[in-house]
């Protein structure tokens, strides 16, 4: 069985500190892919990246950064400079390989992040 | 760009009682995905259809929960007689087929349902 942990439930910065989310994931599949997603106030999920379990490489996207550790099964989110905007629940999620199965999404608890101004 | 859209946003309903839910995919989409979030939680998957078949259900459906998906298009989640367990927020996701290399899960804004 898949599962995802995010161990941090609640978060506090002050604005344009630098902050890491972490997520550690469980799975059997060796082809897999890992997810994170954004859940503004507004409620709706906005989808952040994908990356899979083949793509070690570290990505980086304007303020937002992720660092993926197959050695340690973690999936890292780091967000540098923040700002107030970037206050939200932040969820990691995890999917078998479609080719082999649906693509639904194991979610962790998520991280509410709060950026003091 | 139309995205996923659910109706109604949000739905208060006494126990006992049944409520229908309706998702519109992305045109063109063919996977149709239902989750359920409770507070303080991630989504939880609950069913799977690629195009009008219902490929997948969690044990979290129960026999009260029926969903479908008619002509592949939108799809309906049906909850009979309510409880107050069945209080959350009701999300909707659709993604299409083809390279999975680049598929993504297009979420819609929910339905938030309070059984009172």
């Known amino acids: 069985a898949q599962k995802v942990t995010q161990a941090q439930t609640e978060i506090s910065v002050v604005e344009k500190e630098d902050v890491t989310l972490d997520c550690v994931y469980e799975t059997r599949d060796t082809t897999y892919y890992l997810f994170w997603y954004k859940q503004p106030p507004s409620g709706e999920l906005v989808f952040l990246i994908r990356r899979n379990s083949f793509d070690e490489q570290n990505e980086i996207s304007g303020r937002y950064s992720w660092n993926f550790q197959k050695s340690t099964s973690s999936f890292n989110f780091t967000i540098t400079a923040s700002q107030v905007v970037d206050s939200a629940v932040y969820f990691c999620?995890?999917?078998?390989?479609?080719?082999?199965?649906?693509?639904?999404?194991?979610f962790g608890t998520g991280t509410r992040l709060t950026i003091i101004p | 760009d139309t995205g996923v859209s659910q109706d109604p946003r949000h739905k208060i309903t006494k126990r006992g009682q049944n409520v229908t839910f309706r998702c519109d995919p992305i045109s063109e989409h063919n996977r149709l995905y239902w989750y359920r979030q409770t507070l303080g939680q991630g989504p939880e998957f609950l069913t799977y259809f690629q195009n009008e078949a219902q490929l997948e259900k969690s044990r979290l459906l129960s026999d009260r929960f029926s969903a479908e998906r008619p002509k592949g298009s939108f799809s309906t989640l049906e909850i009979q007689r309510t409880e107050q367990g069945d209080s959350a927020m009701y999300l909707c996701?659709?993604?299409?087929?083809?390279?999975?290399?680049?598929?993504?899960?297009?979420f819609g804004p929910g339905t938030r349902l309070t059984v009172t």
């Open positions: 999620a995890l999917s078998e390989d479609p080719n082999f199965g649906n693509e639904k999404l194991t």
């Open positions: 996701a659709s993604s299409p087929l083809g390279d999975t290399r680049l598929y993504e899960q297009y």
